[in-house]
């Protein structure tokens, strides 16, 4: 007998149908011809958990060969209960306790259902714990029903959670979508203005180099640089530079726009001569 292997301890632990350990002797084919119904099937012949062993401390060594009759009762008895009219047996959830999945038992256990005339009409639930008693090499083996009902209302449920958490997603996908259309929104208002600011530089630009350049005159260059005129002729302008905005290379016109700050000068000093239309005349005046 295997109860030998339960230490005295542990038994008073054990429920009254722990005397019953697992073995060949205590396990007999269920007559499902008696039950009228799968619950009451499950009420007579499972109410209390069964017992059986695996090699060294884990399901994954193995059952007891004198152990697996106990582990595969629920399974069979689940199966000739749903032959009988003609139905079929689907797993319908798997179970991982003590690395299950990966061995050959793992589809004895878990989430059964009967489905017959094309509907699920019951379920049954096969379940192994670890009790972690005293010896290590115990399971428990247990065996619970409920009705299609009750199954399509999780089944219900389960969806309605599922599309729940779907439209949580297109919601939240919805949002990032506007969020990253107000990005590009504001992106293209952002080139748009800038377009509109080099114009305006542009034509500030044209709009001074008009204006007749004379020994003294403050001018700028379309390059950011402000300086002051030392000599004209006809096509030319001795300039004796000043300073130059302290900007990106690629930013030109600064010292024709409108937001243009004297903070931004670096005082310099160099005499050069220009071609005149890269100049053109500006009120900006350093402070020294």
Not at 267 to 288: M, R
Request: aromatic content about 10%; charged content about 25%.
């Amino acid at each position: 007998m295997l109860t030998r292997a339960i230490p005295l301890a542990s038994i008073a632990l054990f429920t009254s149908a722990c005397s019953m350990m697992p073995g060949t002797a205590f396990v007999k084919e269920v007559d499902t011809q008696k039950y009228s119904s799968f619950q009451d099937l499950i009420a007579h012949e499972f109410s209390d958990p069964s017992y059986f062993q695996v090699a060294n401390g884990n399901l994954s060594s193995g059952i007891l060969v004198n152990n697996e009759k106990t582990f595969y009762h629920p399974i069979n008895t689940l199966r000739n209960y749903c032959s009988r009219f003609n139905g079929s047996v689907q797993q319908l959830q798997t179970r991982s306790i003590d690395g299950l999945n990966d061995t050959q038992y793992g589809d004895s256990v878990g989430l059964f259902s009967c489905i017959y005339d094309d509907q699920v009409q019951w379920l049954g639930d096969i379940n192994v714990i670890n009790p972690r008693y005293s010896n290590l090499a115990v399971r428990v083996i247990t065996f619970k029903s409920f009705t299609g009902e009750q199954y399509n209302a999780a089944v219900q449920k389960r969806r309605e959670q599922v599309e729940a958490a779907k439209r949580y997603e297109a919601e939240k996908q919805a949002a990032i979508e506007k969020v990253k259309a107000q990005e590009k929104l504001n992106e293209l208002n952002r080139l748009a203005e800038r377009e509109i600011e080099l114009k305006n530089r542009k034509d500030m630009f044209q709009k001074r180099l008009n204006i007749k350049k004379t020994i003294g005159s403050s001018i700028c260059s379309w390059n950011n640089s402000i300086g002051y005129v030392e000599a004209v002729t006809d096509n030319k302008i001795k300039v004796q530079i000043a300073g130059k905005v302290l900007t990106n290379a690629n930013d030109k016109g600064l010292l024709f726009s409108s937001k243009h700050s004297d903070k931004l000068i670096s005082k310099d000093s160099a005499l050069i001569w220009a071609d005149k239309n890269d100049w053109a005349f500006c009120d900006y005046q350093l402070e020294y």
